[in-house]
């Protein structure tokens, strides 16, 4: 048994002479937050202002060894790194940004769907540009913009955040969201097959009061919700998802 000369405590192990509670106390390793930025198309990471395709943990193992040659990465979380010196545990704070590379940023052909605004106002749309705006540090980005009779496709690099923003755009506003997967083609290298999403979205001109055609019936409009609910003709309430609203007529 082992004692520390610095607070007597008795242990198995010292860590340059100390126990691990003193040295930890004592030695202060100057880790500030280590940042890596990956490019979202073809994850090539930036190192030492070169895109290279290398793991994420080699490039930190590099960046903690730089700062002190005896630290070991342990552990990677989405916003910390333990890091081990000297047999003692240090948390050092990471952050993982997205970006597009130089071989992949002058190309705005890449995307991962389309979000299908349709009859949609300023309003709406400025609200979808803001809320993709807000990821922007996390590689969702606007390729391309086409507009079309009756509203305007945003082609985006992140099907998933597609997706949710279509949910978003539902709820803020109430109306029609389709999501509908698209084969696109299949990875070499895992065999899997990759597919990109259209979200088509039409938001909800109607209010309370209105009266609307759907499939042939008039529905007089009592609340307009995630569901649509009203009266028909012969006075039978009713309700109607949004989503199955269809090609419905405000009268």
């Known amino acids: 048994m082992k004692f520390c000369p610095l607070c007597g405590k008795k242990t198995e192990t010292l860590m340059e002479s100390f126990c691990e509670d003193c040295f930890k106390e004592k030695y202060d390793p100057k880790f500030k937050l280590i940042k890596i930025k990956e490019c979202k198309v073809c994850q090539r990471v930036l190192q030492k202002n070169k895109w290279d395709k290398v793991q994420i943990e080699e490039v930190i193992k590099k960046q903690i060894k730089e700062t002190e040659k005896h630290a070991q990465l342990e552990q990677i979380k989405e916003n910390q790194l333990t890091i081990n010196i000297h047999g003692a545990s240090f948390i050092v704070p990471f952050q993982k940004e997205f970006s597009s590379c130089g071989i992949c940023k002058p190309s705005k052909t890449y995307f991962e769907g389309i979000l299908q605004l349709r009859d949609s106002d300023k309003k709406v749309i400025d ?83 209105d009266t609307i055609e759907v499939s042939g019936e008039k529905i007089k409009v009592t609340s307009v919700d995630k569901e649509v609910f009203g009266t028909d003709e012969k006075g039978r309430k009713v309700h109607i998802p949004t989503e199955k609203l269809g090609n419905y007529k405000v009268l």
């Open 127 to 209: 609200f979808a540009r803001e809320e993709i705006a807000k990821v922007k540090q996390k590689g969702v980005l606007i390729t391309k913009e086409a507009k079309q009779k009756n509203g305007i496709d945003l082609y985006l690099t992140d099907k998933k955040y597609l997706q949710a923003l279509g949910r978003k755009l539902q709820e803020e506003f109430g109306g029609v969201l389709k999501i509908a997967p698209q084969l696109f083609s299949m990875n070499r290298q895992t065999g899997k097959e990759v597919y990109r999403v259209n979200v088509f979205f039409r938001p909800i001109d109607f209010k309370k009061g």
